[in-house]
């Protein structure tokens, strides 16, 4: 990335819907936010690519609350109604999504599995007082490693169904890159997503959900105790998922800076530690860094001159804002890579994940499956004709480009 | 299961512990984990809901609305009956039989 953050940063919030977006992605407006929010109401904005970034972003509940009740009289009728209705189906996907939560979590309980929820209405309630204010769409679960067998199957008698295949040697290939089972029910507005890791295996096994179960605490939800993560351990936990999905979603750089609102300097101090010795410092710092430079949340000035003196936060916050700039979501395989590789802290962790990168890439997945049926035991066949597989497609990429290249000359003529 | 008790200003009414409850722009969904039911509450219902939170006499509740709002006290209390008997119709809320003590 050639230019500075700033530089990235000014060219992004250049487009008023975008400044909008950031200015809406928090619980409660302070005054002199309103006043720039309502004049940048009032400039001549592309509503539906506000909502279509609102949507990508996963903060529509929050635009919705905040415009439907400033009601700024340049926003058409024909952006609000849809808004409302969108708001509206939300909150009610949201409490029967949270009172399901409530059952599993009890089954669990009875089970002897303590369960974290992660993220979803729990942490909605926790951070914006409500459980509709942030957007999900399935309900996030940690248990400990040990525990997620008996997990799945308790959720299973419970009438889940595995989203995808779990069992069998496809079952086992499918999950090695994953970090939690996906289960859904007939309802389409219930599924659970059981993690055993906060992060899948080849970006580090630090935050390591026994030791987060242990020493968690208590919340309410609905009038019903839940265990909730302990809040020095929910910054790296949050910046870890954040980074998994190169912090392309506002909404979890939102929840960061929610959660600032109730964090002491000794409490930072303790999530630096706790980030530290997990492996997640750079990405705890990464977020924090994002959370302040987009949101203008107030941090202690230590953590900030820790991201500022780290050799790539900078960099790689940059690359986060130029992407959405772009427009894109960083779904091509080597940008994912490159991002891992420098979120990563240390010589170590980068080459277990290349390490493990490889072993992944050498995995047989569905499209070879699909393609041809074998039964499971021939399984092992599977492996040479994935290796066959991607050698034929990236030779006809590469026979592709070099031709393109080769012709270039041709065509300048 | 207990018929409910009627419902007059005197009754004491509460909202039940066991439901959810969440505020989308310009009203407040309530359900109920038991029934599995949503009921959906426009601004002045969910105001009356904020006022349930705490056990309350009904003719109080309609006090504070009459402060709050400009409406007629007889079609104000009218339709808080009919709201609290909806809520108390979907276990939303408990109510007290009247205990005889006046209104203010």
Redesign the interface.
Known sequence: MKYSFQSALAGYKSRPEHELLLLLARSELEPDLRGRVLELCGQALDWQHLLRWASFDRIMPLVAHHLLDLKPPSVPAGFLDPLRTLAWDHARSALVQSDELLRVLQRMEEAGLPALPFKGPVLSDLLYGDVSMRQFTDLDILVRPSDAAKGRSLLLSCGYRPRHIQEGPRGRAALRPQCHYQLVRDDPRVGVELHWRVLPRALGDGLDPAHLVERAGWTSLGGVQVRMFRRQDLPPVLAAHCSKHLCNCVQWIADLAELSKGMEEDDWAESLAVAERAGVRRMLLLCLFLSHELLATRLPERILESARADPLVPSLACEVVARRLAGGAGSVKRERIWFYLRVLQSGPQRLFFLLRTAQLLATPTVREWDRVPLADVWFFLYYPIRAARLLIKWSRRSWTRLRAFCLQPETLK | MTPPAALGPNSVVQAV???????????R?L?H?GT?K?F?LDPVGSRVWGLLQDSRRVAEIQQILLSEYDAEAEECGRDLLDLLQDLTAERLITVQPTTGAPGP
Do not use: A, M
């Open positions: 512990p066991e439901h959810l409850c969440c505020s989308p722009p310009g009203g969904i359900f984990r599995g949503l959906e």
